[in-house]
């Protein structure tokens, strides 16, 4: 006999996937030093977090990551930890963290932290204690007693990725330590089953208080192979001088395998026990520069790494075919349990709208809304916020610093971590401090979400109705077709759930394109527009039918098509 209840649920539902959240989620990256300022001192906090929560409810975002804001003496700006289970004084308290939990659960908001796991601050305990070989912090990190030779800077582990030795030496326990990033941030050694089990803990610590993941940082340094004196060779890439990090390839303590692997899964398990006793799903996003075929591996044994394609590889002037190179490996020959998870911006790169021009802004925008797979947004690029040039005089990032005047410009990442812009106030309503920790970028007069929300074409708008295309089934559930257009300017592909399909095409190139859509998947005349970039002529305006055989778009132009 028929089940009665079937007969009511709708056919193009009847299917729908069991999705965990994370996989139709929209995460948003908070840098909390630049996000709002609530105590006047020119540096965001988690009370300033709070202040705006109803910005995510606005934009339809669900997931909040949220850089580092541990106690730290901020050499890394908090990728320097020196207590993992509390909050630095200059973002607040463990109860503003408690009402913050609280306060994105009456919305409907996630949570996810950034887990430091590759190094500490040399000022924390445990390495303090480590480096008076105390008890069983004694191997809590990597020493040697190693030689590092002055002709040395051509052996990798003389390089740290900051620039310079990666070894210091520590007059106290006349031993080198290994960093892989700046020496006031020693590398753990997790080769000792006591460091996995003291940051396992750290990890639940914050899962008991209500957070649902993390974001893994710098897992590709979490390892060195045994014999850390072993060379790597060069690169070939063309970076001097030879400290740079590039200037080797890091193939003896770079993802050294199985051992992250080991412990990425361990990680995981960590999770996956705190779901078997609520029942709810929690997400960990590894950050990693490196190749899909990388991230499918990785995938194979549960974990899911950042897709840093389109914040790495891309080449300026921007071309279509290249990107949709990149993009289609994320949907072909992947493991079962691939989950793509695209990137544009983060606190570590130029930001798009500079990198690849201010007109590519909604297009960025549409196509990692659209794209299957977990978007990651960072702070500021729904507005289309540029990098703010900050003189090498006024730099506080210690890698900028570091590289010196020549190359910061190329390096640095002050220009991409200044305040948001809230308003045309003086400071951008960021704070009220007459000194933010970074200026506040020129154009905030112009581009600022007060602004932004009372123009229904705005950047923020218009990224505001991409979020809520996903809600749709195609976007939601739904299959990519990449069989569609596809030349030097123009990428175009369906999303396609039951009945429902959408055809989305944009023009990244320099030049205008027409082209005939109907061919592959598309197999149809026409289509109406449901979503476009700003800047699109009227007869590319939402409502409007668009005949596919002869599609005109300009550079930057994208649409969403309903077929
Ligand atoms: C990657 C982070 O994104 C970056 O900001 C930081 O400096 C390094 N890891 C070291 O933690």
Known sequence: MANPAASTISPARRDTPDLPWWKTTVIYQIYPRSFKDSNGDGIGDLRGIISKLNYFVYLGVETLWLSPFFTSPQADFGYDISDYKDVDPIFGTMEDFRELVKQCKLRGLRILLDFVCNHTSDRHEWFQKSLRKQGKYKDYYVWTDGKVLPDA?????????????AWEWCEERQQFYYHAFLAEQPDLNFRNPDVVEE????????????????????????????????????SGKDVPPVSHW???????????????????????????????????????????????????????????????????????????TQMMGLIAKEYTDRPESYWPTFVVGNHDKARPATKYGPRYVDAFNMLL????????????????????????????DP???????????????????????????????????????????????????????KDEKS???????????????AFKYGDIGLDCV???????????????RYLVAINFGQESSTDD??????????????ANTGAVSDDLAKGRTIDLSSLTLRPGDGLVIQL
């Not at 900050?390 to 730099?395: F, M, Q, R």
């Not at 910061?408 to 948001?420: N, Q, S």
């Not at 506040?440 to 007060?450: A, L, P």
């Not at 030097?488 to 999303?495: I, Q, S």
């Open 153 to 165: 800077l051509f052996s990798y582990h003389q390089v740290s990725v900051f620039g310079g030795s």
């Open 199 to 234: 940051m396992s803990l750290v990890m639940k610590y914050w899962l008991d208080l209500g957070v649902d993941g993390f974001r893994m940082d710098a897992v590709a340094n979490l390892f060195e192979s045994e014999d850390i004196f072993q060379d790597n060779p060069p």
């Open 246 to 320: 590039e200037y080797l390839k890091p193939v003896h303590n770079f993802y050294v395998l199985p051992e992250c692997r080991d412990l990425l899964v361990h990680w995981q398990n960590v999770l996956d026990k705190e779901k078997q006793i609520d029942g709810k799903e929690r997400f960990m996003v590894q950050e990693f520069y490196t190749d899909s075929d990388t991230r499918a591996a990785m995938a194979e044994y549960g974990a899911h790494a950042f897709n840093m394609d389109l914040v790495e590889e891309l080449t300026v002037p921007l071309s279509a």
């Open 369 to 396: 809304m659209t794209l299957k797979g977990t978007p990651t947004i960072y702070y500021g690029d729904e507005l289309g916020m540029q990098d703010s040039s900050v003189a090498y005089e006024e730099a506080q």
């Open 399 to 453: 890698f900028g610093i570091k590289i010196g005047p020549e190359r910061y410009a190329l390096f640095g990442r002050d220009p991409c971590r200044t305040p948001m812009q809230w308003t045309s106030e003086t400071q951008a309503g960021f704070t009220t401090s007459r000194k933010p920790w970074l200026p506040v970028g020129k154009d905030h007069e112009q581009r600022n979400v007060q602004s932004q929300k």
């Open 459 to 473: 950047h923020l708008n218009l990224l505001k109705e991409y979020v809520a295309l996903r809600s749709k089934d």
């Open 486 to 500: 596809l030349n030097k300017n123009v990428l175009a592909f369906l999303r396609f759930f039951g009945s429902e």
């Open 517 to 530: 859509h109907r061919g592959g998947p598309v197999a149809v005349a026409t289509g109406t527009v449901v």
